[in-house]
């Protein structure tokens, strides 16, 4: 398995239709083209199951999983079994599967994961790795696979599993070639990793990589994201890739919405937030993967690098609070960061 160096573009799309442009220099470039070009070797794309706004669904995954492929690039489809974002606060259920029963539910999973799938294998642009949720740490599909806090019981984790396997079981009929993955956010906890993986191991969930998200705001520190690493790779043995990291590239806002990061007390030790303390931020954080033991740590995901600000987006609902954890600046030119993935080739 090559060492993954990715990006998570699902937004490219949407700003693109919303104005906004992509530059190395003053020469404009397709983003897609340009990224690879500079050493991505991998795209990362959510879909939702029927989201407003008409992006990040079974027809736009289409066309830009197209443009990923004319690359010939790694392709990471990203399941979020929802109508809007999954992540460890957020994990409801899509509206038209609201009324179904605990079966009801799996085959919905697994129907819908197969219908993706086939239509992407269709076309010629399967996906070479599968995730079944997006991190998945509290479980999915609120509440019947809910498995944090009151829900951490035995008949919810089987729920939950029951769930997983649902989409595992869709990849390996569809795409037999694809990897799986389960992805968490506790890059930094070993304790909580150890916990879930453990009852994926337990329960007989059928995975083949473990995903993680990694952002020291909210995460910890590279020395604990460097012994998670370690303990994860040595106890389950199994490929990790950090699927999604990000680090500022300034404090400075560009508008008025609020930035996810803005303030010089979030910052980690050692890495300001400016293009050389974000290139010394990746440049440390690619060298930990690469050191995980048994050659375990398969790669990574900057989330969002290609995020900029788009005012046409807004009206969805879309408001960048991102737009300083990207790639690019406020106009769409490439950062010097991108230099450190060709510094890593070489």
Not at 14 to 27: H, L, N, R, S
Not at 70 to 93: C, I, M, P, T, V
Not at 314 to 320: E, K, L, M, P
């Amino acid at each position: 398995m090559m060492f993954i160096k990715g990006m998570d573009l699902s937004f490219v799309d949407e700003v693109e239709a919303a104005g906004g442009a992509y530059f190395d220099g003053d020469v404009r470039r397709d983003p897609i083209d340009l990224m690879a070009d500079l050493g991505m070797n991998a795209v990362r794309l959510r879909i939702w199951n029927d989201p407003p706004g008409g992006f990040c669904n079974l027809e736009r995954t289409l066309v830009m999983a197209r443009r990923i492929k004319e690359r010939g690039l790694h392709f990471l489809l990203d399941f979020h079994y929802s109508d809007r974002w999954a992540d460890s606060a957020n994990q409801w259920k899509p509206r038209s599967w609201e009324g179904l029963d605990a079966a009801g539910l799996r085959e919905a999973v697994r129907r819908y994961t197969a219908d993706v799938l086939s239509a992407l294998a269709m076309q010629g642009t399967a996906p070479d790795m599968v995730q079944i949720g997006n991190e998945v740490t509290p479980g999915m599909l609120w509440p019947d696979g809910r498995v944090d806090g009151e829900y951490d019981t035995d008949a919810q984790w089987r729920a939950f599993a029951g769930l997983l396997q649902a989409g595992a079981s869709a990849v390996r009929a569809v795409c037999p070639d694809a990897r799986i993955m389960v992805h968490i956010d506790r890059g930094g906890d070993w304790e909580a990793t150890r916990k879930f993986f453990g009852k994926m191991e337990e329960l007989g969930v059928d995975y083949d990589v473990i995903g993680q998200s990694f952002y020291t705001w909210w995460h910890g520190t590279l020395e604990d994201l460097r012994h998670n690493l370690a303990l994860t790779a040595e106890t389950f043995g199994k490929p990790i890739v950090v699927v999604e990291t990000a680090y500022p590239w300034t404090l400075r806002k560009y508008g008025d919405p609020d930035l996810i990061v803005e303030r010089e007390d979030q910052l980690a030790p050692d890495y300001p937030a400016s293009a050389p303390g974000q290139s010394a931020y990746l440049r440390d954080f690619m060298r930990i993967v690469r050191e995980t033991p048994n050659g375990l740590g398969a790669g990574f995901y900057w989330w969002e690098p290609a995020w900029i600000p788009a005012k046409a987006m807004w009206s969805v609902g879309h408001h960048n609070n991102w737009a300083n954890l990207t790639l690019f600046d406020y106009e769409g030119r490439r950062l010097a960061t991108w230099d450190v993935l060709r510094e890593e080739e070489t």
